[in-house]
């Protein structure tokens, strides 16, 4: 727990890349809206440091987050995991308890069911999902779409490896199939595409997908930038609904700091921070 006259607690994002990240003016905005003495910084860090920064960062009485490429690296570096990190084999933010030693969470979980459902205006339950990528974030879109109750999730990656590690990790229940781009794509329309890659964080990278062989209703691609992403636009000019991953941005960050500071997150300061307006998320549950 903190409080207005504990030292200036440190918070971090550990990743690679972060330049591009909003988190910092996010959650500063929220230690601000709270009063509390806190700072939240990025730090660029290669994966063999993940685990002692976590430690130490985290003892010294602040927490964090990770992001690309270190969720499944920072899920091993806990001393107490939750239903969550165990269930998708990642962790997304991490803190200190001292009967518990370094505690971690996955909020990518709950982030997504949030911002997908809101943005859909209806629930999971009996959509159907194509999702792209296999790596942390991917594995919290398939365990929440799963335990929503999706009808059907179809899962690309480009090697085979991971998206079986993501099988053996995240449970292999007949909705969650591994459709390689060889084999075509159902003739029934995806309720949502989700690219849950990094492609896209390079103005350089491909595409993560042609839409232009795929029927679908609705396409969120959890990066983001300053601008629309180039799937985003992609998804626009075919007609198709779509948003960025700021929304999930949120909804995760939103949960972390509940994990920190078992105090209510100021989602309006945090929405407004990302250049959003606060949903009413009352509608989907």
């Given at each position: 727990?903190?409080?207005?006259?504990?030292?200036?607690?440190?918070?971090?994002?550990?990743?690679?890349?972060?330049?591009?990240?909003?988190?910092?003016?996010?959650?500063n905005a929220?230690?601000?809206?709270?009063?509390l003495d806190a700072v939240y910084v990025a730090l660029r860090a290669p994966e063999q440091l993940v685990?002692?920064?976590?430690?130490?960062?985290?003892?010294?009485?602040?927490?964090?987050?990770?992001?690309v490429p270190h969720k499944l690296a920072a899920a091993r570096s806990l001393d107490h995991a939750s239903q969550s990190v165990l269930a998708t084999g990642a962790c997304n933010v991490f803190w200190w308890q001292e009967d518990r030693g370094l505690c971690g969470d996955n909020t990518d979980v709950d982030g997504f069911i949030t911002a997908a459902e809101t943005f859909l205006g209806d629930h999971l339950s009996g959509s159907r999902v194509?999702?792209?990528?296999?790596?942390?974030?991917?594995r919290a879109v398939a365990h929440a779409c799963l335990s929503r109750g999706a009808e059907r999730v179809d899962l690309i990656n480009r090697t085979s490896d991971k998206a079986?590690?993501?099988f053996r990790d995240v449970g292999e229940p007949a909705e969650l199939t591994l459709l390689l781009k060889a084999d075509g794509f159902p003739s029934e329309p995806y309720d949502l595409v989700v690219n849950g890659t990094a492609l896209g964080l390079d103005s350089a990278d491909p595409m993560p997908l042609d839409?232009?062989?795929?029927?679908?209703?609705?396409?969120?691609?959890?990066?983001?930038g300053a601008e629309d992403t180039r799937f985003v636009r992609a998804a626009r000019e075919a007609g198709l609904r779509a948003e960025d991953g700021r929304r999930m941005l949120v909804?995760?960050?939103?949960?972390?700091?509940?994990?920190?500071?078992?105090?209510?997150?100021?989602?309006?300061?945090?929405?407004e921070a990302v250049g959003m307006s606060t949903p009413d998320i009352g509608s989907t549950g």
């Open positions: 727990m903190s409080s207005l006259f504990s030292p200036r607690k440190l918070f971090v994002l550990l990743g690679d890349p972060v330049h591009h990240s909003l988190s910092p003016a996010m959650q929220a230690f601000e809206a709270h009063r685990t002692a920064l976590m430690r130490s960062v985290a003892e010294a009485g602040g927490g964090g987050n990770v992001t194509l999702l792209l990528g296999a790596g942390g974030a991917a079986e590690a993501l839409l232009a062989g795929v029927a679908a209703t609705a396409v969120m691609d959890l990066v983001y909804e995760q960050a939103a949960e972390s700091f509940r994990r920190w500071f078992d105090l209510e997150p100021p989602r309006d300061r945090m929405y």
